[in-house]
């Protein structure tokens, strides 16, 4: 098998004292659906942080391509869908602005956008179906719409890794169809997928690979494999979520 895309090995990461991760030990592989599961507090969000470099380690080690998570640079190949942008409905933000913004990283702020950069906004914007709604303010879509956004806001750069946090959440069965679809297509594509979320009702199909965790306080890891989750390990949680990232990106106005 090819070298892991995510290797972790004899994790811990602790808060105050107390354990949220122990003894995570993991290999994600490219073409992956993966969906972290969970009940409120099982480290969900806590091992996501960390895949991403946003959250110190206590113990263990995590390499991403082979590369040790604290030296890997090369961040463009992950991609982050978040539920929402913090922010978006206070700043009158474009839907084109919102998609371009994602290929803005600090060395390149200031520089225009290429065209390579321009045609691939404007193909994922046709993948999710608002190509016609580019100009129009964020905000003015519907939940289900911008959480479409979001997904091609993550396609238009381009990346391998898509890491989405509950991208079902709140929307309606129409707006859930059509996200669901769009999943599809990109595990089509061969994306790995990584999705933290609460249930995989709408998704279980997708899944190739679901991890609960919160096992005990020893071991974190309660399942790892394909669905169906045993029993012992399902959890239906509708309660608080930890978001991933609590702040919004920078965008940058440009018309295409």
Request: charged residues 20%; proline residues 6%; glycine residues 8%.
């Amino acid at each position: 098998m090819n070298q892991p895309i995510v290797s972790i090995e004899r994790l811990c990461v602790e808060f105050d004292g107390e354990h949220v991760l122990e003894d995570v030990t993991l290999d994600f592989h490219a073409g992956e659906f993966i969906a972290l599961l969970g009940p409120n507090g099982s480290g969900k969000t806590t091992l996501v942080r960390t895949i991403l470099g946003l959250q110190q380690i206590d113990h263990g080690k995590v390499s991403l391509f082979g590369i040790p998570v604290r030296r890997f640079k090369d961040w463009q190949r992950f991609a982050l869908v978040p539920q929402r942008l913090p922010g978006a409905s206070s700043i009158p933000v474009s839907v084109w602005e919102t998609v371009m913004s994602g290929n803005i990283r600090p060395r390149n702020r200031w520089r225009p956008f290429s065209r390579s950069e321009k045609q691939a906004a404007t193909a994922a914007l046709t993948a999710v179906d608002l190509l016609n709604r580019r100009h129009d303010r964020l905000d003015t879509l519907s939940g289900g719409q911008q959480r479409r956004v979001l997904v091609a806001r993550s396609l238009a750069t381009n990346a391998d890794v898509l890491v989405m946090d509950e991208p079902t959440a709140g929307l309606d069965s129409a707006n859930v169809a059509s996200l669901i679809a769009l999943l599809d297509s990109i595990k089509a594509d061969g994306k790995t997928i990584i999705i933290v979320t609460h249930e995989l009702d709408d998704i279980e199909h997708l899944v190739t690979r679901a991890i609960v965790l919160g096992a005990s306080k020893h071991h974190s890891v309660g399942f790892d494999g394909p669905p169906p989750v045993p029993n012992a390990f399902a959890h239906d949680h509708h309660h608080h979520h930890d978001a991933i990232i609590d702040q919004a990106p920078p965008v940058v106005g440009m018309q295409p």
